[in-house]
């Protein structure tokens, strides 16, 4: 079955740039520590350069999560059952969904990311291998509550959130991005919430904290690959926005932080530079930065009590074969005020 129209949830002024892209980058760059949310880095060029990322020796979190995805198929059909909507977030190439499709054996997909012409590219493909499977790719941002396209809405629902895209958000966001999940997944039509097979799972990956020698590098390649994706912001900003931030004055970093359990990418200056972006003006010193994304790494305790804090009960755990990377089953929690 060829993919469904898809629904696209953005916001575009007349000249097709999105609001929310300009909003976030004068406000982060007008701070004094300045800051941009990580979602931007994937336009349709930071998306690729993603896709390159996870192909280079030092990246391990794809071979990791992927080795998950390809042993523990019948383990998940067994904890999942058949027939759901699987729900993506953050979908990118979707290399990873067939793994989980072919083992769990659902009835739509619904890839949601909000790179659009990405995303579109991704279910097309997709689609040739699963000729039978309702797809409706939605473009827009995961934080907030999506309102599901029928059949999804009233078939019980499966979260899909590989990527340890989670750990790109501070544990605030994080809980609301989580309760947000929940709120799309939960069954606000027909089928009976209350039986424990409709309720909604969520299949999440979650990298580990470990070595920081093994860490840095996964986020500073020697080929350069993901300070290429980090400057890609830079040039998007200058394209999109009608900037003129001086690229060549702008260095990759990616650091551990040891306080928050994260890899911090920066784009550091190498000199003292004055640029503009929508008319404004902005200044930076010297070995200022500005700070484009965070990758906060778990333990099996903090991945717990964040599911916990956002409505969700972990069922299962699973790690690749050295303990670099997990995947996690969550039930949405019964709330309740007990302790
Ligand atoms: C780390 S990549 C993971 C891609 C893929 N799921 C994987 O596991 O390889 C993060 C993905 O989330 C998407 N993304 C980031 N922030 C988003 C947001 N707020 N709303 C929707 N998609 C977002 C990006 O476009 C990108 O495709």
């Known amino acids: 079955m060829a993919t469904k129209q898809g629904m696209e949830l953005v916001d575009r002024d007349e000249r097709g740039v999105d609001r929310a892209f300009r909003r976030d980058v004068l406000a982060g760059l007008a701070q004094p520590d300045k800051a941009i949310p990580a979602r931007w880095l994937y336009d349709d060029a930071g998306s690729q350069l993603f896709e390159d990322i996870t192909q280079v020796a030092e990246y391990y979190p794809t071979r990791a999560e992927t080795e998950i995805l390809n042993t523990r198929g019948p383990e998940f059909a067994a904890a999942m059952g058949k027939g759901r909507a699987v729900v993506?977030?953050?979908?990118?190439?979707?290399?990873?969904?067939?793994?989980?499709?072919?083992?769990?054996?659902?009835?739509?997909?619904?890839?949601?990311?909000?790179?659009?012409?990405?995303?579109?590219?991704?279910?097309?493909?997709?689609?040739?291998?699963?000729?039978?499977?309702?797809?409706?790719?939605?473009?827009?941002d995961f934080t907030r509550t999506v309102h599901l396209p029928q059949p999804a809405k009233t078939l019980p629902k499966l979260g899909f959130f590989p990527g340890s895209t989670i750990g790109n958000m501070v544990p605030r966001t994080a809980v609301d991005l989580l309760r947000s999940m929940r709120d799309t997944l939960s069954a606000d039509d027909a089928q009976d919430a209350a039986t424990a097979a409709a309720r909604p799972m969520l299949l999440i990956g979650m990298d580990l904290v470990k070595d920081v020698s093994v860490l840095e590098a996964a986020y500073d390649d020697a080929a350069g690959v993901t300070g290429a994706f980090n400057l890609n912001l830079a040039r998007r900003i200058n394209r999109e926005l009608g900037g003129d931030i001086p690229l060549d004055a702008l260095r990759h970093e990616a650091r551990w932080n040891d306080d928050f359990a994260r890899i911090e990418m920066h784009l550091r200056t190498t000199r003292d530079i004055t640029f503009t972006v929508s008319g404004e003006t902005f200044s930076m010193r010297e070995g200022e930065s500005i700070h484009t994304e965070n990758s906060h790494k778990f333990t099996r305790r903090s991945s717990y009590a964040l599911l916990q804090a956002g409505g969700w009960t972990p069922t299962c755990r699973w790690t690749d074969g050295e303990k670099r990377f997990s995947v996690i089953l969550a039930e949405a929690s019964v709330l309740r005020s007990a302790p």
């Open 88 to 140: 993506e977030f953050g979908s990118g190439s979707s290399v990873k969904t067939p793994l989980l499709l072919r083992a769990i054996d659902p009835a739509a997909y619904v890839p949601l990311d909000i790179a659009g012409d990405f995303l579109r590219a991704a279910a097309e493909d997709l689609a040739q291998g699963f000729p039978d499977l309702p797809i409706f790719p939605v473009e827009g």
